[in-house]
Antibody, heavy 118, light 107 residues
Framework: EVQLVESGGGLVQPGGSLRLSCGASGFIFSSYDMNWVRQAPGKGLEWISYISSSSSTTYYAGSVQGRVTISRDNAKKSLYLQMNSLRAEDTAVYYC???????????WGQGTTVTVSS | DIQMTQSPSTLSASVGDRVTITCRASQSISSWLAWYQQKSGKAPKFLIYKASILENGVPSRFSGSGSGTEFTLTISSLQPDDFATYYCQQYNSYPYTFGQGTKLEIK
């Protein structure tokens, strides 16, 4: 079964850091580009970051540029999102999603919740 | 960035109704549009890609159409399981962008 499982969310103080992980199974992880998408409470979906299959290319949304770093370890079939200088507005459920040029984002994890609060 | 605008924001309908949701892009995205269904507390479910192609396992009552800047998602005969929030998303170019969502409610 094709599956993505996020972890690493939690409660963090403003200005703090957090590293999210996304484990993949059921497909050849190293062949796929990956994305992170978030959803603030009661709000819509917001794409925040992309990484190519070989890690050669990364993109970030303006809302997180300079504070977030996406990375991956193909040997471990894992995707990561290092988040620094966290703000209250970063409070959201964070999803990892598989990306293809044909389908867009066809497989999503169940999400991990990040709460930024003092 | 490409802006995606969905309408309506909320839609009230009954089981058996035919409903249509519209999504407009601020510039041409060819057919690089996906639709997702999301239920409360759950991850988005991938429904349609390339504007009109149903993902495996998606019921045939769902259909998508359009190209360029105008797109629609139609549900031909609403079932109880269809009441949810629907999002369109362009994947023509990064940054990927989503519509604001359409909440489909039971009338």
């Amino acid at each position: 079964e094709v599956q993505l499982v996020e972890s690493g969310g939690g409660l963090v103080q403003p200005g703090g850091s957090l590293r999210l992980s996304c484990g993949a199974s059921g497909f050849i992880f190293s062949s796929y580009d990956m994305n992170w998408v978030r959803q603030a409470p009661g709000k819509g979906l917001e794409w925040i970051s992309y990484i190519s299959s070989s890690s050669s290319t990364t993109y970030y949304a303006g809302s997180v540029q300079g504070r977030v770093t996406i990375s991956r370890d193909n040997a471990k079939k894992s995707l990561y999102l290092q988040m620094n200088s966290l703000r209250a507005e970063d409070t959201a459920v964070y999803y990892c999603a598989r990306a293809t040029s044909l389908y867009g984002m066809d497989v999503w994890g169940q999400g991990t919740t990040v709460t930024v609060s003092s | 960035d490409i802006q995606m605008t969905q309408s309506p924001s909320t839609l009230s309908a009954s089981v058996g109704d035919r409903v249509t949701i519209t999504c407009r892009a601020s510039q041409s995205i060819s057919s690089w549009l996906a639709w997702y269904q999301q239920k409360s507390g759950k991850a988005p479910k991938f429904l349609i890609y390339k504007a009109s192609i149903l993902e495996n396992g998606v019921p045939s009552r769902f259909s998508g159409s359009g190209s360029g800047t105008e797109f629609t998602l139609t549900i031909s005969s609403l079932q109880p399981d269809d009441f949810a929030t629907y999002y369109c998303q362009q994947y023509n170019s990064y940054p990927y962008t989503f519509g604001q969502g359409t909440k489909l409610e039971i009338k």
